[in-house]
């Protein structure tokens, strides 16, 4: 299994765990983490939830193979499912970002409580660079937290950025040396346990009460964009450049 799920001593924890691949999600892996995150709502004993990659990688992002050869075709999709389940978890998530975190790798980020971020954690949104468009709300999310001008940078261009930039913009909570992220995040995670745990719950919801709307129409109006062009000529000259390792040739294209 590419996701280990666990409850100990009150938090869930969710790993993702296909470091050959470095750690890209599948339909399976999605569907998975999206069970796991509905199931944490009505599990007592779960006081947080805990997302965490391995030692040298987050996630990649969305298999590419996958999209190529089985796009999310409706809003059952196991990818909008997670979405759905992220966004609705009642319970406070906490991310522990090591290594890469790509296209959903940092988009995800957006819709966590906390998060910590190693060092050598490198992130990025290059879905243009994909033929694609910004999921997740990072098209509404992004320019708010960093302005138009620097979403741009990210979000047009697919400028990575660092652990110490994710901080710096707000996606993060802090930086720390690779090694201690895991553990930090745990022990951060741990917190809940001596919190009261339906003033956490309303506390959540009311911080997220004002976007919530906005966040949930722009993934549909994102995914319905995003459904069209997986199908595009450039999309497929993306896919194709990147498992025959080359840049992708978009010349021809108006
Ligand atoms: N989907 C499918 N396979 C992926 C993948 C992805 N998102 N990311 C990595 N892989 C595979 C590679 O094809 C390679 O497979 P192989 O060993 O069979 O050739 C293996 O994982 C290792 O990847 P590789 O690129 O050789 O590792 P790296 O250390 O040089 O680079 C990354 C790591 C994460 C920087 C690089 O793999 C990458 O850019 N991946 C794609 C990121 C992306 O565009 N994601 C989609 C966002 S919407």
Sequence with gaps: MSIKTAIVNGVASIEIARPEKKNALTRAMYQEMADTLVAVNSDKTVRAVLIQGQPNIFTSGNDIEDFMSSPPRDEEAPVFQFMRALVGCEKPVIAAVNGAAIGIGTTLLLHCDLVYVADDARLAMPF?????????????????????????????????????????????????????VANHARRVAERFNTL???????????????????????????????????????AMEAFQAFFQKRAPDFSKFD
């Excluded at 994710?166 to 090694?179: D, K, M, S, T, Y």
């Excluded at 949930?216 to 069209?228: D, L, S």
């Design 128 to 180: 243009v660079g994909l033929g694609l468009v910004p999921e997740f709300a990072s098209s509404l999310i992004v320019p708010r937290l960093l302005g138009h001008a620097k979403a741009a940078e990210k979000l047009l261009l697919g400028d990575p950025f660092t652990g110490a930039d994710a901080a710096e913009c707000g996606i993060a909570n802090a930086v720390l040396p690779a090694a201690e």
């Design 196 to 234: 009261a745990p339906s003033a956490v719950r309303e506390s959540k919801r009311l911080m997220r009460r004002h976007s919530a709307e906005q966040v949930q129409e722009t993934i549909k109006v994102e995914a319905e964009i995003f459904g069209a062009r997986l199908r595009s000529p450039e």
